[in-house]
Structures are given as structure tokens and as C-alpha cells.
């Protein structure tokens, strides 16, 4: 039995991976972390608890979907009991990054922007799109609720990272992301961001490659978050019995082999 505990699990994702385990064989959601007086989902009757630290029961794997100052409670709690970690946080500075590396060298984690198999298929698709267009002036645009508190959203910047990658650069130094006023003409090389926030909508992303004569648009649209859980929950099950390690949903999807 894979013995889960979701962090966030009073949040939006964390009843829809709830509710995603219900029906999977071999699978139980023992605890949760969750602020106080929060709803959580119906039939959870597991410990629950506001801080990592007062678990009573040791998981074999937690499932993170929350905010960067408790996902890294989560890490050192994790490399402390040996636990596994599906990663979903996104916004975490350059010193959060460098803990992800290093609880990975204890404990096997897989670390993505986005869990959906098929943002992760349009991931791939981008990077081959990036390799051959090297000339293209290359657009991302993305949107999210109302409610998503950091921009552009960790899906868009990993769009960006596997198109820099691809063109032999570093996304730092061709990001521009937030046009605004008297920008002057468009630099060669750039990657541009646009996000939008408004209502209730789940994810949209484009990628756009423009160039004289023809335009490519690689598009991924979100219609329900139980997308992001059958992923993570697919990622929990293929994570048990890895080495520890950082891992990717390329390869939990086998999509490094194609």
C-alpha cells in the first residue's frame, strides 16, 4: 500500500488528488497539511495537521502542490524520514532550487512546473520546435484564475528554460517578460511572456514562433486540475523503488526516449 500525504491538502489541487486516489488500487491518503479551519475533502478521515513537523505517521511519499515556504519543510522533513516527494510548487528563489538539489541527493524526487502528461508532451514539443526555428521570434502567453499569486506561471517558464535550452542560451539572458510603454523594436534572440489572470481559468499556454510568412502555435489548454493529479499520482506510483535522484516527467513518461 503507497501511503500518501498531500500538502495543501484544503487547497483546489489537493481535493482533486484526494479524489483522484479514491479510485486508484494500492493507494491511500493517511494525512494531509492544511491550515486550520479549512474545508478539506469529503471522505478524508486521515491525520491532519498545519505544519509538516507534526506528523505522527511517516508517509511513503508526499504529493506538494503548495507554496514555497512550506514545500521546503516538506524537503528537509522528507530527506530527515526518507520519504519520496512529488513537487508541483513553483516560484521558489535560487536558494529553494538549490534545496530541491540537495534533498535529491538523499531522497528520490520528481520536480515539475506541471504535472499534465500533456503540457509535457507540448514541453517536448517545443523544444523541437525551438531546435529548428532558431530564427523565429518566439512569443509565450499564458493565463491562469484570478487567484495564482506568481507570474509568468511555472509552466511558462519552463516553456521558456526548454526553448533556451534548445537554442544554446540561457533563459535569463533573453527573457523579457512585462512590455510596457516605449520598448523600442523587438531585440533578435528575445523569449517574450505575457500572463493574464482573471476568473476561473484553469491554465492556458501558447507558445507562438513568428516569423516572416508563417507563424507556429503550439497551444496546451486546461479544462480540469484532474489532469495535474492523475499526473502526479502516475509520478508517486512509477517513483517507488527509484534511486534518490531529481526526476523529470520526461522520464516518468518515457517521453527522454523519443
Known amino acids: 500500500m503507497l501511503k500518501v500525504c498531500i500538502v495543501g491538502l484544503s487547497g483546489r489541487m489537493g481535493h482533486v488528488i484526494f479524489e483522484c486516489c479514491q479510485g486508484m488500487d494500492g493507494v491511500k491518503v493517511i494525512s494531509g497539511v492544511a491550515k486550520n479551519d479549512t474545508p478539506l475533502p469529503i471522505g478524508f478521515n486521515g491525520e491532519i495537521v498545519d505544519s509538516v513537523e507534526q506528523l505522527t505517521q511517516v508517509p511513503d511519499v508526499f504529493i506538494d502542490f503548495s507554496r514555497p515556504q512550506c514545500s521546503l519543510k516538506v524537503l528537509a522533513y522528507a530527506k530527515e524520514h526518507g520519504c519520496r516527494v512529488i513537487l508541483g510548487t513553483t516560484g521558489f528563489d535560487d536558494e529553494g532550487k538549490s534545496m530541491i538539489v540537495a ?5 528520490p524526487i520528481v520536480f515539475a512546473a506541471n504535472f499534465s502528461v500533456g503540457v509535457n508532451v507540448m514541453l517536448a514539443l517545443i523544444k523541437k520546435a525551438a531546435a529548428v526555428m532558431q530564427d523565429a ?5 499564458e493565463a491562469h484564475h484570478r487567484y ?4 509568468p506561471s511555472g509552466t511558462a517558464l519552463a516553456m521558456g528554460e526548454v526553448a533556451a535550452e534548445a537554442r544554446g542560451v540561457a533563459l535569463k539572458d533573453v527573457m523579457v517578460a512585462g512590455r510596457h510603454g516605449i520598448t523600442g523594436e523587438r531585440n533578435y534572440g528575445t523569449i517574450g511572456f505575457s500572463s493574464i489572470r482573471g476568473g476561473d ?4 499556454h501558447q507558445a ?4 516572416d510568412g508563417e507563424r507556429v502555435v ?3 489548454v486546461a479544462t480540469s486540475r484532474s489532469n495535474f493529479a492523475r499526473g502526479a499520482l502516475r509520478a508517486a506510483v512509477w517513483l517507488e523503488g527509484k534511486k534518490p535522484g531529481l526526476y523529470t516527467m520526461n522520464e516518468v513518461l518515457g517521453l527522454d526516449k523519443i
Request: aromatic fraction near 4%; charge should be negative; hydrophobic fraction near 55%.
Open 218 to 220: 503550439i497551444e496546451h
Open 208 to 211: 507562438m514562433f513568428l516569423s
Open 201 to 204: 481559468v484553469v491554465g492556458e
Open 137 to 141: 521570434d518566439l512569443e509565450i502567453v
Open 103 to 107: 534533498t535529491a541527493r538523499a531522497v
Open 148 to 151: 495564482k499569486v506568481d507570474a
